[in-house]
């Protein structure tokens, strides 16, 4: 079914940094074949993991963005019964009707099943779905088959892809589909990750921009009583914000003076709050 | 290989699976690991499958390569207090040394592990004073004091985790914060609510229901007619009684908060009401208990497929139950004891539950909650209970 793997080392993207521990386990679940579950605050780049994958390894990359009503078979294929029905009625098409595999169309993981190489299959918030999502999946990840009901025909995976699951949610999913991946928790990036994620998205940012507003970042992070703590991709905007704004000065920052506190803050009881903070304060 | 170890993790409670475990070897024998910290992180990565029991499993690893100490759960928590301790010495030493009467220039001399082992032994000292959670330890990690961006010998408290070894890494127990017993969040209370829901078609007609369009195409003698349906949305209807009055409820109110916050998300239909102790003829609109007044007889005008959600401490005086003109507030006078309210609002509804802040094992000492539970289910306001609730409220 498949061809033997190569383990291509994975040492993380251009836009990706990865610390060693993660790089270990992804090159782990590749030799092992198995889907690797990702969870861990939003923010702490769960999904960005499968695009940084994709990208170094050289492989296309399919994303099932799974919805809450999402039932399996959608994501494996989908029968197209309007078209044919219609096709039946009016033959003006150039499909024959009567062969209904002309109306069947691979879902997302159908088509990283039938790829003509091998991919990157990110399966993002799984935890959206119903249990029987998941539980529906475990066979197709397991057997790497599934079968076409209507025309009573099995696809296997040409290539196995390389699996990226991710779930925001605490709550653990179903035991045996947690039993047929590995596991990994994403903890928020460190004061010193950050700068290192930073100076990956502005290569050329000055320091004391870049110290005053991850120092400052952490500490607006740390105030209670905020609902929504703004995540890496908050701090990214406000930075490049912060960059845009030709009168801003870093020194600012230290003075307690914050400019755009709603590009990190996105809740108006959080903004409220926090600009309250600052404002009486004059410490962070 | 390594099968002690394998035990080991089950005897600590962690849920290790065979399978997993021979997964693990399959790693092994393709010459995966080639370190102790591969070891670290492949075991961890295939064995466990909770952030939950990162914690736990750290320790385990410590143990097991290490020999470090196996934690006694007074350890344990006096580990935790002096880690807090030492993070609000960071933020600001004066306040923890007059707290501890001591001299801020004296503590300061000390390293960090002197620093560790003094707050220890203080600690321990101290354990008959400090039992009942003396509110300076108890918030001391968020001391709203600002800090002074002074420390003590340059000492730095977590951080710095690439080039550690994988022994130091597991020392640190850097998962402590999802150990199971961990309080209620909301993404917790979100995932336990989840299952409670009601799907009933609404909205545009707007999805096509293949079927019925075949059966009418065909009777039709071929001309296509596409049937719409409308599409399934949940449309529960859930009506939240909180215990809002009084201390006793007061420890729980940060729990009853989240669960209050999700409510109001999740549900199109919530209405939220208020009481104290226990329900006498009237609930309230506003968490004052004062302006605006629901009636209870006028429960039965309300569908009685309504799930009805009590959270209290169900903890009172038992007179304030079982005696007409039972409450404490003289206005509420109705004639009826509170206990048969109860009883008809359980009658009302028949998919109702009360859920108790009050660990399980405290209710038998408390004569209002056993009384309580026998008109209404129980459940323990933790993430079991609330999946225990759910699972009642959604039996067919």
Redesign the interface.
Known sequence: MTEPIKIIPFSGANKYIL???LA??V???M??E?P??L?GEPGTGKTMLAHAIAEALGMPLVVLNVKS?MKLVEALYQYD??TR??DS?FSDSDRDVSDIEAYIKMGKIGQSFTADERTVLLIDEI?KADTDFQDDMLDVLDQMEFDIIEIDKTISARHRPVIVITS?????LS?PF??R?????I?FP???MMRRIIKVHFPEIDTALMENAVDTFYRMRDL?AVEKRPATRELINWIRALKFDPDFKPKQLTKGDIPYLGVLFKKSEDYQKVAATVQR?R?L | MFIDFFYKLKEAGI?V?P??FL?FH??LS?G?IGSL??FY??SR??L?????Y?DLFDQVFAHYFEGAEMPEPDGMVLDEMARVLLESWLKNPRILADALGMDASELNKLSPEELIEYFKARLKDQTGEHHGGSRWIGTGG?S?V?HSGFHPGGMRV?????NKSAVKVAMDR??KD?SLSGPL?R??V???LKRLRHMIPTGPKDQ?N?DA??YQ?MKNG???E?VFDRS?KDRLKVILAIDNGGWSMDPYIQVVQTLFDYARDQFKELKTYFFHNTIYDVLWNDTARYKKPQRVDEFVRLDPDTRMVIVGDASMAPYELMATDGSIHLEERSGQPSIERLRFIADTFPYSVWLNPVPERMWNFTQSINAIRRIFPMFELS?DGLEKAVGHMMAK
């Open positions: 610390d060693e521990e270990a386990i090159n782990i679940s030799a092992l198995m690797l579950l969870k009503s019964t309007l029905l219609n009625r935890d925001n949610a605490k709550k653990d035991d947690l039993g991946c590995n596991f990994h928790h903890a460190d004061p010193k209670d304060r410490l | 849920p699976s399978t997993s997964t399959k790693a393709m995966l910290n591969d992180t492949a990565s295939i466990i499958k909770s952030e939950r990162f968020k709203p600002g977590g951080g710095e985790s690439r850097r998962y999802y969040t993404p917790m979100g995932e336990a096509v293949v369009t075949i195409t071929g001309e296509i596409i399934l993430i």
